[in-house]
């Protein structure tokens, strides 16, 4: 059973799917059930350049992604940036040649921050 925001993955086509509304039944692509995409985080390898760095300045959030730039290369990159706040998603979409950043104007005091990494995957941060 798929649950809200959870990120799902089409091994096949490479499709990427944010659930809205969970309900029972699994995500197909391609003839094929989706994999449900594990967000990864500090402890995981990899982790200077995947882990999204959150600052919070005066109700603006910016998130880095890695503590060490990631690339952003046409065969490496960070596809979009999105922070989970108070029951809302906010999201930016990068390409390649982008700084690995985004910026998002927010007051929360409680958010998740995940990013996807079109060869590495769905890693987030508590911010």
């Known amino acids: ?14 499709n990427v799917v944010e659930v809205l ?3 029972a039944g699994a995500l197909v692509c391609c003839a094929e ?6 967000e990864k985080g500090a402890a995981q390898e990899g982790k200077e350049k995947h882990v ?10 910016t998130v ?17 940036v999105e922070i989970v706040a108070d029951g809302k998603a906010y999201r930016q979409f ?3 040649g982008d700084v690995p ?16 990494c079109n060869l590495h995957g769905l ?3 508590k911010g």
Not at 1 to 14: T, V
Not at 33 to 38: A, I, L, T, V
Not at 52 to 61: D, F, S, Y
């Open 1 to 14: 059973m798929a649950k809200q925001l959870e990120i799902y993955f089409c091994d096949i086509c490479g």
């Open 21 to 23: 509304r969970g309900e």
């Open 33 to 38: 059930k989706m994999k449900n995409m594990e």
């Open 52 to 61: 999204p760095v959150v600052e919070k300045t005066n109700g603006i959030v």
């Open 64 to 80: 880095k992604v890695g503590s060490v730039p990631h690339p952003m290369l046409e065969q490496h990159y960070i596809e979009w």
């Open 94 to 96: 990068l390409k390649p």
């Open 101 to 116: 950043e985004a910026v998002f104007t927010i007051s929360a005091d409680q958010l998740t921050v995940r990013e996807y």
């Open 123 to 125: 890693w987030s941060a």
